[in-house]
């Protein structure tokens, strides 16, 4: 049981949770509305989760990456509604659980040209609640900071998680973000989590030339020592292997 040896290791895991019909039925890559049923569902989901791992899982991650069309769109509105039920599930299990959000997709989120909209903004201050923002159903504000695009050259742990040629510091992006949370939570330092990060030796593009595994742990080792400094915690590396079918080499490459 992966769960026990996580215990017996003294490891402390993180679980994301997701949709269940997202994970094994079809959906619409530009999914936008959520359904009463759709929520009632999903706190169910999580409900039955928590209570059966909450006695291995201290820390739990609603969704994934919301904010692309790479994984699945939901607009800032529905992901605080599904954020809501999510976290109202897992506390009603486990008060003293961490809840962890928006998972989102690169700090892009900051900006409103990739999307219509200016997605941090919206979700840290609705404008026409319900339901409340972020910031009051999470405990942790998870990012994935990945740099982009991943392999090519000039995509060094320095540079923000963005895209060109958007080649701001990383450290600025964060030193921007901050005031943010604070602001919409009212507290100092809100817990700024990178719950995925890591570097690929392959292009996406599959044509340019990607790094190499020298450098990619040249740059996660650069990579970590900047997040530490920054007082980014947890960051969870992704990923240490990924030999897995189907996956393309750009994915491998992580």
């Known amino acids: 049981h992966y769960l026990e040896k996580a215990r017996e290791l003294r490891l402390r895991p993180l679980l994301r949770l997701d949709f269940p019909f997202m994970v094994i039925g079809p959906f619409s890559p530009y999914q936008s509305e959520v359904t009463r049923e759709d929520l009632a569902g999903f706190e169910k989901f999580c409900l039955a989760v928590v209570s059966r791992y909450g006695g291995y899982v201290k820390d739990w991650e609603i969704l994934n990456e919301t904010n692309s069309s790479f994984i699945y769109y939901f607009s800032p509105k529905n992901y605080l509604l599904i954020a809501q039920a999510g976290a109202r599930a897992i506390k009603a299990k486990d008060p003293g659980a961490q809840v962890y959000?928006?998972?989102?997709?690169?700090?892009?989120?900051?900006?409103?040209?990739?999307?219509?909209?200016?997605?941090?903004?919206?979700?840290?201050?609705?404008?026409?609640?319900?339901?409340?923002?972020?910031?009051?159903?999470?405990?942790?504000?998870?990012?994935?900071?990945?740099?982009?695009?991943?392999?090519?050259?000039?995509?060094?742990?320095?540079?923000?998680?963005?895209?060109?040629?958007?080649?701001?510091?990383?450290?600025?992006?964060?030193?921007?973000?901050?005031?943010?949370?604070?602001?919409?939570?009212?507290?100092?330092?809100?817990?700024?989590?990178?719950?995925?990060?890591?570097?690929?030796?392959?292009?996406?593009d599959g044509t340019s030339p990607g790094l190499s595994k020298r450098t990619q742990a040249k740059y996660e080792q650069r990579s970590a020592i900047l997040d530490f400094c920054l007082g980014i915690r947890p960051r969870i590396q992704f990923a240490f292997e990924r030999n897995l079918d189907g996956l393309s080499g750009f994915q491998r490459g992580f």
């Open 101 to 204: 959000g928006p998972a989102c997709g690169g700090l892009n989120i900051m900006q409103a040209y990739w999307n219509p909209v200016n997605y941090l903004h919206d979700l840290l201050s609705p404008l026409s609640p319900p339901p409340p923002g972020l910031l009051s159903l999470v405990d942790v504000f998870s990012c994935h900071p990945y740099r982009f695009p991943h392999a090519r050259p000039g995509s060094i742990p320095e540079y923000s998680s963005d895209y060109p040629p958007r080649h701001t510091p990383y450290q600025a992006q964060i030193t921007r973000l901050r005031p943010a949370l604070d602001a919409a939570s009212g507290k100092k330092d809100f817990p700024l989590a990178a719950t995925e990060i890591g570097f690929t030796t392959q292009s996406q």
